[in-house]
């Protein structure tokens, strides 16, 4: 069975910096990329960062592009979501996610639909 769990969210004022991360299980020893949405309230969910399983390659939303960086270590068994000058417009669930092994492919998975397994999400709330 796959579970995601989400943990590092909060309340940060303007311009401080969170780093999310993803707990796996379920997983260990498949080929999977990760992605990171999120959806604030009244929204869609909208992706915000991909990333492949050999980290060779990455995807950030023009929204975050150059203020988070996303990361994975798999021999530590560890993903992770660094978000820095965080702004208002941030706030949001976040919620982590990935394909399903059984489908692997080494192109960034940009659609919602790529992802089979997700996260309960974590609020991150940026304060003005």
């Known amino acids: 069975q796959v579970q995601l769990v989400e943990s590092g969210g909060g309340l940060v004022q303007a311009g401080g910096s969170l780093r999310l991360s993803c707990a796996a299980s379920?997983?260990?020893?498949?080929?999977?990329?990760i992605g990171w949405f999120r959806q604030a309230r009244g929204k869609e969910r909208e992706l915000v960062a991909t990333?492949?399983?050999?980290?060779?390659?990455?995807y950030y939303s023009d929204s975050v592009k150059d203020r988070f960086t996303i990361s994975r270590d798999n021999a530590k068994n560890t993903r992770h979501l660094l978000m820095n000058a965080l702004k208002p417009e941030d706030t949001a669930i976040y919620y982590c996610?990935?394909?399903?092994?059984?489908?692997?492919?080494?192109?960034?998975?940009?659609?919602?639909?790529?992802?089979?397994?997700w996260g309960q999400g974590t609020q991150v709330t940026v304060a003005s």
């Open positions: 990333i492949t399983w050999y980290a060779d390659s990455t």
């Open positions: 996610a990935a394909t399903d092994p059984t489908y692997y492919s080494s192109s960034l998975m940009l659609a919602e639909s790529d992802y089979t397994y």
């Open positions: 379920g997983l260990a020893f498949k080929p999977y990329a």
